[in-house]
């Protein structure tokens, strides 16, 4: 392994070159929930910047952060075990630092779980970067009783160990320094490396002396021909166009022949480990019980634990509609419509049309993203709660059971749950789980949760039509719904997703308090990724819809959302609707409950006396209504959903795609329920 | 040396220990695992396994959560009470 040592003191002095003025780059690595999240918030705080890794979901974080006089460039990689190519996080973090070249990696460790962190240190020292390694959390570790002397340590690895405790902001500055202090000298930087078990040491140095000099800049022989051993999907790939063929058959030959060497690399590393952490830690055996697993007692009891989850999901659930609704409507009548107010009475000397699109085509539409904004901001917090904890992993651990048929992860329960009342946080809380497949469904699946606003236009409209059913009839439609997602969620996981369903494994992290810090943080950077991207788009399909539907004539009846409702006439007939009912469903695309407005203008209501409930009873057969509620229910609620939808996805095609889905499901449903509502002798209005 | 005696992962009691003696399932599977600290040889302790529903143990102080699917491509050395550390109870 000297070869990648060599490698390093013969780099082209990328850093040597480099003036302290212009600053460093840093990269934050660690397994998940080791903290590292917290040091980088400590060191960026509000400078750092949340985005996508180009051509990915896996999120991006960089920030910036003065140390001495120089400017240091952080970007906090995703917290990943390992560094395969199994993963899109794991690809993310190795492209970042064989391509970017940082400077130096700060690798953040759990010091509790000292044995497991270091395998990530043990791929780390393979790649052409030094490294410096943070102990994290070591005050939980002493409580567990567990000591490490960090020089020792240091010693035994070769390179700078420095204790933290990040939650305190101990020891983080220290860190800093070690790490730029590396960074400038990196020949200091000679770690004792692992060495691959014996039974497999020949063929890898076969593999290797096959690579030659055939590996290009800026990959490195020594982790080529281990990643190649380990079977890496992405490596065996990139290796075969660098070598003559001759060279490739052999090698390909040797690894079919051992394909059995990826346990003997992880075999390796342990006993590396081993070796590394015997003179350093000793770990007294009291048997102690930590608080972890007292609280664990219940949280994962299948009774006690399933009980304090749904009290803590419908606690959740709770407090996000009872803060965030009195919250909206204080922002929809004071600062919307006043707004809205003032800007009519600046603009009286605009051409009406001017200031009517101002004022209620794009404030209108302003209105309706500021309205999601409480409900997110109650949530998200509410969220990072239950994450930062770790609480939230029991809660994925106790669902899973019931989630896993539908191919979902027990994770995706809290934000299908949350679709009960909006589905727009229901799609971004979908971020908590970490397999991309399993996010991906939880997305398409979202909307068929039927949200507040639907169950609101069931409420108001079942009374009318059914009486004394109409419980039932809503209860049913809701039933309908939930037999529809899992339906879908079965069959989507067998064909789009097979293959791709990964393995249910998950850590149940120590829990601890939450960090306010990074509580705040994240919320914020989600409400502010939500604003820039979802929020542009419901703006503008605001201000699209309304000028459709108040051009070109006076009122809705001429205008061009009407003409397109009367055009699809014929698909509406089958439905048992008319072209105002299509022109209602179209509307309340902007939100569900633009429908009852929209059939309150059009039929008429208030005209002549009569209330909206007789107009429309009048006018409307129970078998009609029926149809109108499904098609409801099932369809992609509004433009905020499909808006967060492509978001979060970053897809057109996955949004469209259920988009599509979701619009086939509901006129199909609403073609067999007209119909068979029609048999059952509903097809005739009250009139 | 005799060949001990191995069963799934899943068929391990709760309170049970055992070492993990093999990795089924394929390259991706046993290289995600060690990652996560079940590796070949690692000491691994049953906390929760109802019969149904996926499980959890503790290995190398982490305590992670199984499918059962997974669990029954990881095979495992019982260990008797003796063999046991204090650390284990």
Redesign the interface.
């Known amino acids: 392994m000297s070869n990648a040592s060599q490698k390093m003191s013969e780099r082209p002095s990328v850093i040597d070159s480099k003036p302290s003025k212009q600053g460093m780059l840093i990269g934050l690595a660690g397994q998940p929930n080791v903290g590292k999240t917290t040091v980088f918030n400590l060191l960026t705080g509000l400078s750092q910047h949340v985005g996508n890794w180009p051509g990915k979901t896996v999120e991006h974080k960089e920030g910036t952060f003065f140390h001495n006089g120089t400017q240091l460039h952080i970007v906090d990689l995703p917290g990943t075990y390992s560094l395969t190519a199994n993963s899109p996080e794991e690809r993310v973090a190795r492209e970042f630092i064989l391509h970017e070249r940082p400077d130096v990696i700060v690798m953040i460790a759990d010091a509790s779980a000292l044995e497991r962190n270091l395998y990530l240190l043990a791929e780390l020292l393979v790649l052409p970067v030094p490294v410096v390694l943070g102990l994290n959390m070591m005050d939980v570790a002493e409580a567990e009783g567990i000591h490490i002397e960090p020089h020792v340590l240091e010693a035994a690895l070769g390179l700078p160990v420095i204790p933290l405790v990040a939650a305190r902001n101990q020891g983080v500055s220290e860190l800093i320094t070690a790490a730029e202090g590396l960074a400038r000298e990196p020949t200091r930087f000679q770690p004792v490396r692992p060495e691959i078990a014996a039974p497999h040491r020949e063929v890898l140095a076969q593999v290797h002396a096959l690579l030659n000099n055939h590996v290009p800049e800026p990959y490195c022989a020594d982790w080529v021909a281990l990643k190649l051993l380990e079977g890496d999907a992405e490596l065996t790939e990139k290796v075969h166009p660098w070598l003559p063929e001759d060279a490739w058959l052999s090698i390909a030959a040797l690894l079919k022949e051992h394909e059995d060497a990826v346990l003997d690399i992880a075999s390796g590393r342990y006993e590396w480990i081993e070796r590394m952490v015997r003179a350093a830690v000793t770990h007294p055996r009291l048997g102690q019980i930590s608080v972890t697993d007292h609280l664990d007692r219940f949280a994962v009891h299948p009774f006690w634990g399933l009980l304090l989850l749904l009290a803590v999901f419908g606690f959740v659930f709770w407090i996000t509609f009872t803060i965030a609704t009195p919250i909206q409507h204080w922002l929809d009548v004071y600062v919307v419509e006043g707004l809205q107010a003032w800007l009519a009475t600046a603009l009286t000397e605009a051409p009406s049309w001017l200031a009517d699109l101002l004022v209620h085509g794009v404030l209108g539409g302003v209105g309706v993203v500021v309205t999601f904004v409480p409900i997110l901001a109650v949530f998200f917090t509410a969220l990072a709660f239950l994450e930062d904890t770790g609480y939230l992993a029991r809660a994925a651990y106790m669902m899973d059971r019931f989630m896993h048929f539908l191919g979902l992860h027990g994770k995706s329960f809290l934000p299908l749950f949350l679709g009960f009342g909006c589905n727009v946080p229901a799609i971004m809380g979908a971020r908590v789980i970490d397999s991309q497949s399993g996010r991906l469904l939880t997305i398409l699946l979202a909307p068929l949760v039927p949200c507040s606003a639907r169950l609101m236009v069931l409420a108001l409209l079942t009374p009318i039509f059914f009486g004394k059913q109409a419980i039932w009839v809503s209860w049913s439609l809701v039933c309908l719904n939930m037999l529809v997602l899992a339906v879908v969620g079965i069959t989507l996981n067998r064909t789009l997703f097979r293959g791709q369903h990964t393995a249910f494994i998950m850590e149940l992290p120590l829990y601890h308090l939450p960090g306010l810090r990074s509580v705040g943080l994240f919320v914020w950077n989600n409400i502010w990724s939500f604003l820039r991207k979802a929020g542009t788009i419901i703006l503008l399909v605001s201000i699209i819809v309304w000028v459709l539907s108040s051009f070109p004539g006076a009122d809705v009846e001429q205008s061009y959302l009407a003409r397109f409702g009367q055009s699809m006439a014929p698909v509406g007939e089958l439905m048992g609707m008319d072209w105002r009912m299509i022109v209602a469903l179209l509307s309340s695309f902007i939100a569900k409950e633009n429908a009852i407005a929209t059939l309150g203008v059009l039929y008429g209501a208030g005209e002549e006396g009569r209330g909206f409930a007789e107009t429309i009873s009048a006018v409307v057969s129970p078998a009609t209504a029926l149809s109108f509620l499904t098609v409801t229910m099932l369809f992609i609620p509004c433009a905020a959903t499909v808006a967060v939808m492509y978001q979060e996805t970053r897809s057109w095609r996955w949004t469209l795609f259920d988009v599509a889905l979701l619009l086939v499901i509901a006129l199909l449903a609403g073609v067999m329920v007209y119909q068979g509502a029609n048999c059952l002798g509903l097809g005739v209005s009250s009139a | 040396m005799t060949a001990k005696k191995t069963i799934p992962l899943e068929e391990l009691a709760p309170g049970s220990s055992a070492l993990v003696r093999d ?1 089924g399932g394929g ?11 079940l ?4 000491r691994v302790k049953m ?2 396994n ?1 019969g ?3 499980l ?1 143990v503790l290995v ?8 059962r ?2 669990a029954l491509k990881i095979m495992v050395e019982e260990l008797r009470s003796e063999q046991r ?3 284990d ?1």
């Not at chain 2, 390259?27 to 600290?37: I, T």
């Not at chain 2, 590796?39 to 690692?42: E, F, K, L, Q, T």
């Not at chain 2, 102080?61 to 499918?67: H, K, P």
């Open positions: 990795l390259k991706d599977f046993a290289s995600h695992l060690s990652a996560m600290g590796s070949i040889g690692s906390l929760q109802t149904h529903g996926p959890l190398r102080d982490t305590r992670i959560a199984l499918g699917g997974q550390e204090p650390e109870e």
